[in-house]
């Protein structure tokens, strides 16, 4: 079988997604006011979690983000976990805390080797945590006044866990191009991730705006398996609750719910972070992993794609109508998702950033599995 010809069936396939995924949004369309109407009134003790590594630049602006939570302050906890951090993240901790009873601050200087410095901040808070429901972001992220309000208020007594959009942000010293380029790509996991946990098949999620019930983190033990790994405290955990629990999860679309979020602004940490993302990829349930490796090889096959036209002009059309459906499917969903996350800044870049996605995801699909990386001041493999 030519390449043009598996180029155009993966093509296919990923319009078929596109319009699964598509179909999400549709529901989301019918039941978008549902969850957080019906539950507005629902207020139970809740914990926020932040795990802060050298985030001198950064703890400041989240703590006060924190306390100033649209919350009741006798039912909101502040837990802050200090991780082994060199600047001085510990000493704004401490200045906080004995200013407000409601953070608690923990620390933890050394690393063990079989538990991801992340996951053993998050799960050292999560077992001292007095709230039913915990929320979580990072030390960069920017909750607005009522994002714990609102997230809380997509909990209905099925749901387990509740993930939202955590959007870049575009403004200095985050507005050069590639910022805007990686807001879409942003965007796009966001809508993907909206799409899919409304159809009842969550595929990601983001650590900087999520949320679930504290039984259930106790219910699956923890991170198990996978808390040695240094990333996949968010998605991993997602197909966890997925497939081994009967909690729902869905997605919280309501702007008051975006978490802003500062994408790297430096190509080593753009680097770094990109390889820890995609080195999860061959731990996901065996139907995302065939998903995730269909979407690889197809963009593999577009980037050969002018190579193969200078071979012959036979497989030209095959090929030329795969890029016409990867591209109408792709920009007809994301163009429905803005409406739904209300956020269209970035889709003027999709034209470029088409001809760019192929060669970035097939370099650290690649890359991911055979180099090692650089994160929370340690390398992995």
Known sequence: MSLSILAFIFSVILF???????????????????NSQANSTYLPPISIIVSLHNEQNNAESCILRLLGQDY??????????NDRSKDKTLEIIKSYALQNPQIIMLSIDNQLPDFAP???????????????????????????????????AYF????????????????APYDHLVHKLL??????????????ATIGYPVTCVGTNMAYRKIVYTQLGGFGKFKQFPSGDDDLFLQQV??????????????????????PLTWKKFYNQRLRYASKGFFYSWKLILSLSLFYFLNLQLILFPFLLLCTIKVSYLLVIAFFIKATGELFFLHRAANFLN?????RYYSLAFFLHPLYVVYFGLMSQLTPFEWAGSRRK
């Open 16 to 34: 078929v997604l596109l319009f699964l995924y598509l179909s999400g949004l549709i529901v989301l369309a019918k039941d978008l006011k549902t």
């Open 72 to 81: 009741p302050t006798d039912k909101l906890e502040i837990i802050l976990v």
């Open 242 to 263: 997925h497939e081994k629990t009967n909690w729902q999860i869905v997605y919280a679309t309501a702007p008051a719910a975006h978490v802003a979020n500062a994408p």
């Open 156 to 171: 209905s007594e099925q749901v387990g866990m509740v993930i939202g959009y955590a959007p870049y942000m575009t403004h």
């Open 343 to 347: 956020d269209k800044r970035h889709l």
């Open 118 to 152: 992340k996951k053993r901040a998050i799960d050292k808070a999560i077992r001292l945590a007095k709230g039913d429901i915990i929320l979580l972001t990072d030390a960069d992220g920017r909750p607005q006044p009522s994002w714990a309000r609102t997230m809380v």
């Open 183 to 196: 807001a879409l790509e942003y965007f796009t996991h966001a809508a993907i991730a909206a799409a899919s």
